[in-house]
């Protein structure tokens, strides 16, 4: 067998397997959405190079495991195609698709079937993840990124480092409204209950609490409620699994344009530069966040970036990590010294 740099191969998103002389390649795909005519390549991989079995990554890769590493040279040459075009066709990365993928930082951005299919989404998640991926890849620096197409989340956005919902604004037409109260009962029943009934038997909005979700809009009958043009985005930041502080991500900003979102999710590669010294290692975004303090990295992720006059952005961040840490659940509290 021919000697191995495990920490090379990892970088080019080859997995050292517990069987030695082993690796899974995980094939990115930004947006999770292809042409089905790339399962043959996967498929040919798996089965000339691979075990014949093929794993769909947690984060949607496409997971090959049982490639001995005397063919890596050979199965990143045949892999070239799919790289080409789904980096540098679809997503407009700029890259030397020759030699494999050159870094394993930024993780296969995740996202839901979004406006592509789903009657519930308010933004197309694939586009958004492919303009994403522009942004963060290739780069050492690690980040997981996570596009849900409305607040039902499925894409896992708070548990990213950095996940973003699209939410819509709706615009009432009061005229068209007949007072039928099926989008104050929606609203309560599947959102924020922020819709009522006034004594002009029109309906009135507290848009504190209003989630962006679109609910009212879909349930109308005389579109009263309907969606703008413009759509919106939240932000969420630090959420994370793992064994050190697993903790749900919090909201950093809401009502955000899409312009805005782009500028701030471009500035990431460059915060874990500041914040890692020029040295890229693998820790969660949160843990990043952590060590810059929220505010540092509130002012460094903003600074340049044209906010919509809608936008919101969290003063400050409140963190809960501890519970998991500490089995507050399953342990009386006082047999706990670490927790205070
Ligand atoms: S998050 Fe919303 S848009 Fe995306 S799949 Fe789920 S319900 Fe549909
Ligand atoms: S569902 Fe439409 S018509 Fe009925 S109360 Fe709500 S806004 Fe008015
Ligand atoms: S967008 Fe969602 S949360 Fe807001 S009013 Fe409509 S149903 Fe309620």
């Given at each position: 067998m021919k000697d191995?740099?495990?920490?090379?191969?990892?970088?080019?998103?080859?997995?050292?397997?517990?069987?030695?002389?082993?690796?899974?390649?995980?094939?990115?795909?930004?947006g999770n959405y292809l042409d089905a005519k790339w399962l043959e390549m996967v498929q040919y991989v798996c089965q000339t190079w691979g075990n014949g079995q093929l794993h769909i990554g947690t984060r949607l890769t496409f997971s090959i495991p049982g490639i001995k590493v005397e063919y890596i040279d050979e199965v990143n040459e045949y892999i070239a195609p799919y790289i080409y075009e789904m980096e540098c066709n679809i997503c407009g990365v700029e890259m030397d698709t020759s030699k494999g993928y050159p870094y394993i930082g930024p993780r296969n951005i995740v996202a839901c079937i979004g406006g592509i299919h789903c009657i519930k989404a308010n933004i197309n998640t694939q586009e958004l993840a492919h303009k994403i991926e522009k942004l963060i890849y290739p780069n050492p620096y690690h980040i997981k990124i996570g596009i849900g197409g409305c607040p039902n989340d499925c894409a896992k956005a708070q548990f990213q480092d950095i996940g973003i919902v699209g939410v819509t604004k709706p615009v009432y037409y009061q005229d068209r409204c007949i007072g039928c109260e099926a989008c104050v009962k929606k609203c309560k029943k599947v959102a924020t209950r922020v819709l009522e009934k006034n004594d002009q038997e029109k309906i009135t909005k507290d848009m504190c609490c209003c989630v962006g979700c679109g609910e009212c809009v879909t349930i109308c009958p005389t579109g009263a409620w309907q969606r703008q043009d413009q759509v919106y985005y939240k932000i969420f930041i630090g959420g994370r699994s793992g064994k050190q502080f697993p903790r749900m991500g919090k909201m950093f900003a809401?009502?955000?344009?899409?312009?805005?979102?782009?500028?701030?999710?471009?500035?990431?590669?460059?915060?874990?530069?500041?914040?890692?010294?020029?040295q890229a290692e693998y820790l969660h975004g949160g843990h990043l966040i952590d060590r810059a303090g929220y505010h540092n990295f509130k002012k460094f992720m903003l600074d340049g970036v044209?906010?919509?006059?809608?936008?919101?952005?969290?003063?400050?961040?409140?963190?809960?990590?501890?519970?998991?840490?500490s089995n507050i659940h399953l342990k009386n509290i006082e047999s706990h010294p670490n927790v205070n």
């Open positions: 191995v740099n495990i920490q090379e191969l990892r970088q080019m998103c080859y997995r050292q397997s517990k069987i030695p002389g082993e690796f899974m390649l995980q094939l990115r795909c930004a809401n009502w955000l344009s899409e312009k805005a979102v782009l500028q701030i999710i471009e500035r990431w590669p460059e915060f874990s530069r500041w914040v890692l010294k020029g044209e906010l919509n006059e809608e936008a919101l952005i969290a003063d400050n961040v409140y963190w809960d990590e501890q519970e998991y840490r």
